[in-house]
C-alpha cells in the first residue's frame, strides 16, 4: 500500500483513511483489525470521538448506542478470543453488548461518557464497512430476459454455435447461460438479514415513486436483444460473451432507470459503486460455467475476478458468424431484487422484492 495515499472509507458523508502502522500476520483477519486503521476524518468533520453524537442517548447510568448489524458480522467485532472486542472497550472505556451468534438483534454500547460511546461506535461502523466489502454478494437487481420466445431464440443460437464452432478451442455446451436465468444485472448486493433485505425493497418501493413512474409512464419497456460482444480485448481468448440489449424505440429509458437506480442504493449504501454507468448486458456465454454451473455470471459486472482457473475459448467465428444474431423482442415490467444461487417455480432466480411498471 502506497503509504502517501492510503485508502478511504466513507461511512455517512464521513471520510477515514486506512494507514498500515505496523505488519503483523494473523491466522484470521478479524483478529486484530485494529493494527491497521486509524481514524481520521476529512475536511469539515469531527472527531472520531465526537462524530455521529446524535445516535447516543443519555441514561441515567450515563450513556448509550444501539447499532444494527446482522448476526454475520458479529465475529468481526468480536475478534479472535473476544481481542477486538476487548480492545474496543478498554480504548473507549466503554461496554458492547453483542447477541448470541445467529440471533439477530442491536449491539448495545454504553458508556459513562458520551465521547466514549460516540467512538466506539464509529469504529464498529468503519470495522464493518472493511469487513462488509469482504463477503460475496447475496442478491442482485435484474431485468428477467427469460420470456419462452428469447429462451427459444438463445437456444437456437446455442445450437448453431455448437454446430459451427464446435471444434474452436475451448468452445463446449458447458459454458452457455441457463436460459430460464437468461437477464441483466444492474449491481450486486450484500444483505445480511431480514431487515437489510426489507430496507432494500422499501427503497425499490421509493424508486417506482420517485422517478421510475415517470420515466416508464406506468407502461412496460420493450426492448430488443441483438447482437453479441465479449467483455475482454482478445476476441481469441474470451471469457464472457454476451447479448446487446436496446430499447426498440430507441430512446435511452432502460439506461436511464439502470443509473438512477443503482445511484439511489448506492447513496443508500446498500451498493457498492463499481463504474459511472450501468453496462447492460445480458451474458449467454462464460467461461465460470464450466467448471461451475451455478455459478452467477454478475461478477463480470463488478470486475472482480474469479479465484477459479479459467480456461478461455476462441470466440472469433462465433463473432464472425453471430454478430448480428436477433434474440428477439422482450416487455420489461418490472426490475427484481433477485437471490443469488436460489430458483423459482419458472426457473428463474427466486425475488425478495420487485419494483413494477404498471
Not at 7 to 19: A, D, E, F, H, S
Not at 227 to 256: F, I, T
Request: charged share 30%.
Amino acid at each position: 500500500m502506497d503509504v502517501l495515499r492510503p485508502p478511504l472509507i466513507r461511512i455517512g458523508g464521513r471520510v477515514y483513511r486506512k494507514n498500515l502502522i505496523q505488519e503483523q500476520a494473523f491466522p484470521h483477519e478479524e483478529e486484530d483489525f485494529w493494527s491497521d486503521v486509524v481514524f481520521l476524518v476529512g475536511p469539515g468533520d469531527c472527531a472520531d470521538e465526537s462524530c455521529d453524537a446524535s445516535v447516543v442517548e443519555e441514561t441515567e447510568r450515563g450513556f448509550q448506542c444501539r447499532v444494527e448489524v446482522p448476526s454475520p458480522l458479529y465475529k468481526y467485532i468480536i475478534g479472535k478470543k473476544g481481542e477486538t472486542k476487548k480492545r474496543l472497550e478498554t480504548e473507549t472505556r466503554t461496554s458492547i453488548s453483542i447477541p448470541k451468534p445467529g440471533v439477530e438483534g442491536e449491539i448495545v454500547i454504553t458508556g459513562q461518557h458520551r465521547s466514549g460511546v460516540t467512538s466506539a461506535r464509529t469504529r464498529i461502523d468503519v470495522l464493518l464497512d472493511s469487513f462488509r466489502k469482504k463477503q460475496p454478494f447475496t442478491h442482485f437487481l435484474s431485468f428477467a430476459l427469460n420470456q419462452p420466445a428469447i429462451q427459444e431464440k438463445f437456444l437456437q443460437f446455442k445450437e448453431e454455435v455448437l454446430e459451427k464452432c464446435s471444434k474452436d478451442h475451448g468452445v463446449s455446451s458447458s459454458l452457455f447461460q441457463n436460459p430460464a436465468k437468461l437477464h441483466l444485472t444492474l449491481g450486486t448486493l450484500v444483505l445480511l438479514s431480514e431487515q437489510e433485505i426489507q430496507k432494500a425493497c422499501d427503497l425499490l418501493e421509493r424508486c417506482k415513486e420517485d422517478f421510475v413512474d415517470q420515466i416508464t409512464g406506468g407502461k412496460p419497456l420493450t426492448v430488443e436483444v441483438a447482437g453479441v460482444e465479449y467483455m475482454n480485448d482478445d476476441p481469441a481468448m474470451m471469457d464472457v460473451l454476451y447479448a446487446k440489449v436496446h430499447m426498440k424505440d430507441g430512446s435511452d429509458r432502460l439506461q436511464m432507470i439502470a443509473d438512477q437506480l443503482v445511484e439511489r442504493f448506492v447513496a443508500s449504501g446498500l451498493m457498492l459503486k463499481e463504474w459511472d454507468r450501468v453496462k447492460l448486458h445480458a451474458t449467454v456465454m462464460n467461461t465460470l460455467f464450466r467448471k461451475d454451473p451455478t455459478e452467477e455470471r454478475n461478477n463480470t459486472m463488478t470486475g472482480k475476478s474469479s479465484f477459479k482457473e479459467r480456461e478461455s475459448f476462441n470466440g472469433r467465428n462465433i463473432l464472425k458468424l453471430f454478430e448480428d444474431f436477433y434474440f428477439g423482442e422482450v416487455q420489461l415490467d418490472s426490475v427484481c431484487l433477485s437471490q443469488r444461487f436460489s430458483s423459482d417455480a419458472s426457473g428463474y432466480y427466486a425475488t425478495s422484492g420487485q419494483l413494477c411498471f404498471s
